[in-house]
């Protein structure tokens, strides 16, 4: 199965679920690249408990160097943190352009802006299951939507996952789909109702629901998406 890279040693898989890549913690950094190596142990730390997982001291450790040496590259923990925040914005995007990537090229300009629609929710909703540490660590704090969006927050395409959300609307205001006087925010209201059920499914009632019935549950939700927009 051919593979897309994903940014700080993450891959999406083409196919159905995108997958990240595990790999070992560090014990040393190769010189000169401690920005990198601490960047990746940060990224790890909030893959497996958060936000609040990210410790400047702990990804010191995991680099291998003193605690010290990390000042150099990081002032502080919320320095850090920010770092791997935008790495987990960009994983975001990572997996809704891996669902956007699946978008069929034929059928009427439509259907393939509907189907834009739903890439972009069912990329979020995939990332949020399968990478609930980033997901936590991307989207609930400091993410804010900016008139002058950071590069560092998109993915392969330079997008990042507002923007996607933004132009998959655009393109249904092309096709006709949507009448440009319903345009102005609907992307706040799709993303409030996909992030709902994201939340709803790793923190909430559904959590523990098997994957099957929360896939079900979640093409069910875009179908409302599609129709209330």
Request: proline share 5%; no cysteine; aromatic share 6%.
């Amino acid at each position: 199965m051919d593979s897309v890279h994903i940014q700080n040693n993450m891959h999406v898989t083409t196919g159905n679920t995108p997958e990240p890549a595990r790999a070992a913690a560090r014990s040393t950094y190769r010189h000169g690249d401690l920005h990198r190596a601490l960047l990746d142990a940060g990224i790890e730390l909030a893959r497996q408990g958060g936000p609040d997982a990210v410790v400047l001291r702990e990804a010191t450790r995991r680099a291998g160097v003193a605690p010290n040496a990390a000042y150099r590259h990081f002032a502080n923990r919320d320095d850090l943190l920010g770092a791997v925040r935008a790495a987990a914005v960009a994983a975001a995007a990572r997996f809704m352009e891996a669902e956007l990537a699946q978008v069929p090229a034929t059928g009427t300009a439509t259907q393939q802006a509907h189907a834009k629609v739903r890439a972009v929710g069912a990329g979020y909703l995939r990332f949020a299951q399968a990478e609930t540490g980033l997901f936590r660590t991307a989207f609930g704090g400091r993410f804010t939507v900016q008139q002058q969006p950071d590069p560092a927050l998109g993915g392969a395409t330079g997008l990042n996952p507002f923007e996607h959300l933004s132009a998959a609307l655009d393109d249904l205001v092309a096709a006709r789909a949507l009448p440009a006087a319903r345009r102005q925010g609907a992307e706040y209201l799709a993303w409030s109702t996909v992030h709902g059920m994201a939340l709803l499914a790793i923190d909430g009632p559904l959590r523990g629901t098997p994957q099957t019935m929360l896939d079900g549950l979640g093409q069910r939700l875009l179908d409302m998406v599609e129709r209330g927009i």
